[in-house]
Each structure stands twice: as C-alpha cells, then as structure tokens.
C-alpha cells in the first residue's frame, strides 16, 4: 500500500483530468491540486514565465509537505521540468503529448497533434518526434481558446464545438486517425472530439500513464507513512468561487477551494 503526499498543479483544472487517475491508482495517498487559474492559459506565456511559476507552485506544494510533484501540464512540463528537476530533491513527474504509444496506433500512418502553441513550440517536443515519430507523419495543431472553454465549464456550447470543428478538421484533412489530446484540458473534451473527428479516430491521453509511472516512482522511493490521510485539497490562484464551481463539476463531487497564499501568486 502507497501513502504520501503528492502535489499536483496545472495552468488551471486541465490537470484534474490526470489527478482522476491519480487517485484511483493511489487511493490511500493524500492529493494536493493547485489550479493557477491567475495566470490561465500557459499556452501563449513565455518559457521564462511558466519557468517561475512551477517554481514558486513547487515550493508551495513542498511547503505542505508534498512527497512528488506532478506537473499535470504538458505546457508547463515542456517549459519548466529541467529546473524543477535541478532545484527540488523530491521526484517530479512531467507530462508530455503522447508521441509513442501514437505512432504504435495509427494504421494510416498519419498522426494528429492538438496542443498547446507553447508545447508544440518547444524544443522538448521537438526532440519527441526526433526520437519517436520513425516513418509516421506527424501534423500538429495548436488550439487557442479551447483551455479558456474548459476553465468555464463550458464542454458541450455551440463555441466550444466551433472550436473543436476549427482545430481537429485540419488534421483529420491531412490524414490523421489518431489523434493526440496533447493538453490536459483536452479530455474533457474528448466526446465533443469523437463526435467531430467519428467514432473511428483513435484518441490518445497521457493520464494513465503519468499517473503508472508516478505510482512506480513513489513506491519505489518513497518511505511508507501510515498517518497519510487520503484526502483531496485544492487551492487556486485566482477567482476561488468559479474554480470551486468548475473543479467540483470536473473532479464529480462538491469540493472546497482555498486561495493559494499571497507569497506565491
Ligand atoms: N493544461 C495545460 C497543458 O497540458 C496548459 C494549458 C494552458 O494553460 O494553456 O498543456
């Protein structure tokens, strides 16, 4: 049996797509979510702006006792991971489109990205595709506007499904039958993709396997604490009575928000 305390934060609640694995996976773990919902989306930030928040969200999360850190953010992973790595001694987990497991899917040959313009302009996701793409085409979409849909509940509006039409369209164009969700706020979108895209496109999320290989991790590294009470606790750095809202529509049961203190928004 696993305990500890894992700190987990994202943009803004993208990341509670990846923290429904998490839970399942480590149920008598203790969960603690920031959703940076003051500096939502990290999608058109700099690299350097990311960089200093997942520093200053890592310190808080150390602060209170967090054993790993998950950045539940493929932007902010693309964009801060190294430095986390370098300036914290607990494990940190990073997340990236899911590249791999795509190219073993496809039967086309064609692959389909959509993410953030911040990933797929990043040499770590560049470095991706050298390593893993092999002969398979990789056509790739940045989708701005689709976080901002999500941080406002908003999964199934006319605007949301224009955006979807507008971003997965080009790809399935060019040939693609599977499509990486190369954001966490994607899979909650994931009907509204299938009914764009048809039930035959493949939909590729990296939840599951972030949250195995953070499992691997931490029994692997982590001391045994019997105390570890197996409670979920979320702050955000922005308008806590919408993130209450939204955080408790997309984690399925009514949860508390607390405003991230001051020193680290
Ligand atoms: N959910 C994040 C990701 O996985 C970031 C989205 C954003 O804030 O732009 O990339």
């Not at 991971?81 to 073993?104: N, Q, S």
């Not at 040499?123 to 085409?137: H, I, M, P, T, W």
């Not at 691997?216 to 702050?235: G, K, W």
Request: charged share 20%.
């Amino acid at each position: 049996m696993t305990t500890g305390t894992i700190g987990v934060f994202d943009s803004g609640v993208g990341g509670l797509s990846v923290l429904h694995h998490i839970r399942r996976m480590l149920p008598y773990t203790r969960l603690i979510y920031v959703a940076d919902s003051a500096h939502v989306p990290y999608g058109d930030k700099s690299a350097h702006y990311i960089e200093q928040r997942a520093i200053a969200l890592s310190r808080f999360l150390v602060g209170q006792g967090a054993d790993a850190i998950v950045i539940a953010c493929n932007t902010a992973t693309a964009a801060a991971a190294a430095t986390l790595r370098r300036d914290f001694k607990c494990p940190i987990i990073g997340m990236e489109p899911a590249v791999k497991p795509a190219v073993a899917a496809t039967k086309i040959g064609v692959v389909g990205v959509l993410a953030t313009i911040g990933t797929l302009e990043s040499a770590r996701f560049a470095a991706l595709l050298e390593r893993y793409a092999g002969n398979v085409k990789i056509v790739t979409q940045g989708c701005p506007g689709l976080v901002e849909q999500v941080e406002s509940g908003n999964l199934h509006g006319i605007r949301t499904r224009q955006l979807v039409e507008r971003y997965t369209t080009p790809l399935l164009e060019r040939g693609a039958d599977t499509l990486i969700l190369g954001c966490t706020h994607y899979p909650f979108l994931s009907n509204l993709i299938r009914d764009v895209a048809g039930e035959q496109v493949i939909l590729i999320d990296t939840g599951e396997a972030v949250a195995r290989h953070l499992q691997h991790r931490i029994t692997a590294e982590l001391p045994y604490r019997a105390e570890t009470q197996a409670t979920e606790v979320f702050f955000s750095s922005g308008d806590c009575d919408q993130a209450r809202h939204t955080i408790s529509a997309l984690w399925g049961s009514t949860v508390e928000v607390q405003p991230l203190p001051f020193d680290f928004t």
